[in-house]
């Protein structure tokens, strides 16, 4: 199953986990974030956007898509 | 291998990695700080600190022991 189709089944299949899944790729979001803009703790600071991208990807994929 | 040696081989066998895996790692104690404490973003706010620890344990372990 491609990834588009098991988020939706994981959002929609289970709905109550839907909260909790899109909240918890909130946290990949501001994590990174904060180290980098707030605190701009090296070398996540200066490290490429995309490399920030690829480290945090798998973590966005299985909140998503993944078991809780 | 078991996850502490594979740590401490990461850690050791490549240390230009040590300082990017280390604050990788803080991303995944900022991230759930900044939404469950500052943002207080439901549900991860009232969420037992025990599923947060879960779920974010195998990103915690990937970014020591995986490949970046």
């Known amino acids: 199953m491609p990834d588009t189709a098991r988020t939706r089944f994981r959002l929609d299949g289970s709905r109550s986990e839907a909260p909790l899944r899109f909240v918890l790729v909130a ?34 994929r299985r909140y998503l898509t993944g078991d809780l």
Chains 1, 2 share one sequence.
């Open 27 to 60: 946290t990949q979001i501001a994590g990174p974030a904060v180290v980098r803009y707030v605190l701009e703790v090296e070398p996540v600071a200066s490290a490429p956007a995309e490399q920030l991208v690829a480290t945090a990807g798998p973590n966005v």
